[in-house]
């Protein structure tokens, strides 16, 4: 008699971790897959990252702004939605694309778009050129969520939590390495003059970090290309579907699967995971757009001053320390407190990491230069910042368990991204808009943005108390 499903009776002697679930043998996960999956989850945000080192020095070298310094956020943030509109208007339609053609297909022509968008980036020398190559870069990239959706096919139960915290991992990593190619390879003609002679470098600046970054996605295109296995069922090599039987016998509800309506996936076990998903992407994505500005801002107007180049090296430190960290320490942290602990103590993180903007004001202000004071303000800031983005592999789990069944994961995790992606359309022309309105018109001291910000962290602290206590066993 089976018994696995009977209620079960909790007392004050019943463990909070059950001797069934510690004992259950945890899955190894497919290496060669998961590994390459991460290459192209890397190659992505250095392509996107590399250009938030240059983009208010850009914006300027544009004269959009007329030479108003505290206007270049308004610009600035519109250049950084674009990419979000257009990902906002397509990334639910490449999802359910993919549940019906394959996965490969679909990440293959994001790759593509991404690499042509980047090229058509660097050579743009007019304000229209930047944004026709961010909404196309939008428009042919709905990758980030087939990724997931990959992740979670490729992971069960008891591994789930190992696989998706990777993913925040690979775009630590390319947090780290895309400010550095941008910070490092913009105007070249300037930091190595014999080499980058030739008037090509002159009229088009900040073309070879975008080179670069578009050489990472021709190699993750080949990688994929040749060595990703499809994890579609219906869309399987007949010698790995014979492997997987089961999977095989649901090819056919799976195609119906695909063709189920949005609507019917809006039940509150769904929504409230992606609500979450939507609040963290647009503070993160807020915050994120924030830093290069606050970087890049003159000390007469409460900012630091610096230069692409330190602002390149500022950004990849703190990427580099997140990789690590999470490389390290997420999946642990997640087996001992539980996703949910972990998503409410990294959210409250936010508050005091925000507060960090006005105080590093107060003492440019007070003591006249950047100095160790500064840096030690900006230490704090990126260890409270590197708590905040363990948010991220938790609430992936959330969003990816919330799937009633693997043959929704797709349109699910194309749900989530949807809500993200528009969450990511409105934080950075909020938040630098915000920031540029602050200081032109010195509401509350040029500090309105960040109390604006701290109000919203209320709100996702609230959301998140609404989570599941346990991860749904999807293999049940």
């Not at 490449?94 to 990440?107: A, M, T, Y």
């Not at 139960?157 to 998706?164: C, D, E, R, V, Y």
Request: glycine share 8%; charged share 15%; net charge neutral.
């Amino acid at each position: 008699m089976d018994t696995s499903n009977s209620p079960r009776i909790i007392n004050e002697t019943t463990p909070l971790v059950t001797a069934g679930a510690s004992k259950k043998p945890k899955t190894p996960l497919p290496k060669l897959q998961i590994g390459i999956l991460m290459v192209l989850q890397l190659v992505e945000p250095v392509a996107s990252m590399s250009i938030f080192p240059y983009i208010n020095q850009l914006i300027r070298e544009l004269d959009i702004t007329g030479g108003d310094d505290a206007a270049v956020g308004y610009y600035a943030g519109i250049i950084e939605s674009l990419f979000f509109v257009a990902q906002t208007l397509t990334v639910l339609r490449w999802s359910r694309l993919s549940d019906r053609i394959g996965r490969k297909p679909v990440l293959l022509v994001g790759l593509s778009g991404t690499c042509i968008s980047m090229l058509c980036f660097g050579l743009s020398t007019t304000f229209w050129g930047l944004v026709i190559s961010r909404c196309m870069c939008g428009v042919l990239n709905g990758n980030v969520s087939v990724m997931k959706t990959m992740v979670g096919e490729l992971t069960d139960s008891t591994n789930m939590a190992q696989g998706f915290a990777l993913v925040p991992i690979m775009w630590c990593i390319g947090g780290f390495i895309g400010p550095l190619i941008g910070g490092t390879l913009a105007r070249p003609q300037d930091n190595w003059p014999r080499l980058f002679a030739h008037p090509f470098w002159n009229k088009y600046p900040y073309f070879l970090p975008c080179a670069v970054s578009a050489c990472g996605l021709v190699l993750g295109f080949f990688v994929l290309l040749f060595f990703l296995e499809e994890t579609l069922s219906t869309k399987r090599r007949p010698k790995l579907t014979a492997t997987l039987g089961a999977d095989s016998d649901n090819g056919e509800g799976l195609s119906r699967t695909s063709t189920m309506p949005v609507r019917s996936l809006l039940i509150p076990t769904i929504v409230i995971p992606i609500a979450n998903y939507a609040m963290l992407a647009l503070l993160d994505i807020a915050i994120m757009a924030l830093l290069p500005l606050f970087f890049s801002t003159p000390t007469y107007l409460g900012g630091l001053g610096l230069t692409p180049s330190r602002i390149g090296l500022c950004m990849a430190i703190f990427a580099m320390a997140d990789g690590v960290f999470q490389a390290l320490f997420l999946a642990k942290i997640v087996d001992w407190i539980g996703p949910k602990r972990l998503f409410t103590v990294s959210v409250s993180c936010f508050i005091p990491a925000v507060l960090m903007f006005p105080v590093m004001s107060w003492l440019i202000h007070t003591r006249g230069m950047v100095d160790y004071t500064i840096a030690f303000a900006l230490l704090s800031q990126l260890v409270l910042m590197v708590v905040w983005d363990m948010a991220f592999g938790t609430v992936f789990m959330f969003v990816t368990a919330s799937a009633p069944t693997k043959n929704v994961l797709g349109a699910v995790n194309g749900l989530g991204q949807t809500s993200a992606s528009m969450a990511r359309v409105i934080g950075p022309a909020f938040a630098t808009s915000l920031f540029a309105f602050s200081k032109e018109h010195n509401i509350l001291n040029g500090n309105a943005v960040y109390v604006v910000l701290i109000m919203l962290a209320g709100v996702l602290r609230w959301l998140g108390s609404h989570l599941p206590d346990e991860i749904q066993d999807r293999d049940e």
